[in-house]
C-alpha cells in the first residue's frame, strides 16, 4: 500500500516563495508517475503539475506555467513542487497523487493513491 505525506505548506505573503514536499512510502516509487493537485474552498480539485516516473517529462496548468516547478528524487522516493510568485488564487489544500504509470494524468480520478493534503494560504 503506498503511502503519500505531504509538507511545506503555510501562510505567506503575496509574491513570496513556498517549496512542497511529498515522502512516498510502502511502493516502488519509481514505478509511479506522479502529481500535485490543488482544491480551493468551494472547488473542485484541479491539476496543478504531474511528472512521468523517470521523470524527464512534466507538465503545468496554464495558471501555474512559469512559476512553479514540479521535481522527484526517485532514490529518496520524494517529490518537490517549488512554488514562486504567489498569489491568492493559488490559495487551496495541495495533494501529492500517484498512479502506477509510467506519465502523469491531469484527471483526479486516474491516481489511486492520495496524501491528506497541506494547507497553502496567500494573503494579498
Known amino acids: 500500500q503506498v503511502q503519500l505525506v505531504e509538507s511545506g505548506g503555510g501562510l505567506v505573503q503575496a509574491g513570496a516563495s513556498l517549496r512542497l514536499s511529498c515522502a512516498a512510502s510502502g511502493g516502488t516509487f519509481d514505478r509511479y508517475a506522479v502529481g500535485w493537485f490543488r482544491q480551493a474552498p468551494g472547488k473542485e480539485r484541479e491539476f496543478v503539475a504531474g511528472?512521468?516516473?523517470?521523470?524527464?517529462?512534466?507538465s503545468y496548468a496554464d495558471s501555474v506555467k512559469g512559476r512553479f516547478t514540479i521535481s522527484r528524487d526517485n532514490g529518496k522516493n520524494a517529490l518537490s513542487l517549488q512554488m514562486n510568485s504567489l498569489n491568492s488564487k493559488d490559495t487551496g489544500v495541495y495533494y501529492c497523487?500517484?498512479?502506477?504509470?509510467?506519465?502523469?494524468?491531469?484527471?483526479?480520478?486516474?491516481?489511486?493513491?492520495w496524501g491528506q493534503g497541506t494547507q497553502v494560504t496567500v494573503s494579498s
Open positions: 497523487a500517484s498512479r502506477y504509470a509510467s506519465m502523469y494524468s491531469t484527471k483526479v480520478p486516474e491516481y489511486r493513491y
Open positions: 511528472i512521468s516516473r523517470s521523470g524527464d517529462i512534466a
